[in-house]
């Protein structure tokens, strides 16, 4: 595996720990403390993930990726379909 399928790998993972907060964390039965100090793991290791990710990835794959999912872009191709 190389490091740029490692990387979007490790990318791709890292959207598993925000699943967490939103989907597992609100039903587990534990103290509200103890769930902030979880959101808080959970968002750090995430977050951890996306950048070391990024950095394996490389500039030229993630400037690609960037234009790609970019607001603009989007939003003209919404645009585009509403009418």
Do not use: C
């Not at 070391?52 to 603009?72: C, P």
Request: proline share 2%; no cysteine; aromatic share 14%.
């Amino acid at each position: 595996m190389s490091l740029k399928n490692l990387g979007l790998l490790i990318i791709v993972v890292s959207f598993l720990p925000w699943a967490a907060i939103i989907f597992v964390v609100p039903f587990i039965q534990i103290d509200l403390a103890h769930k902030a100090v979880l959101v808080t793991i959970l968002a750090v290791v995430a977050e951890v993930l996306f950048w070391l990710g990024l950095v394996l990835v490389g500039k030229e794959l993630a400037t690609k990726y960037r234009r790609y999912f970019s607001f603009s872009r989007i939003w003209k191709s919404l645009k585009k379909l509403l009418r």
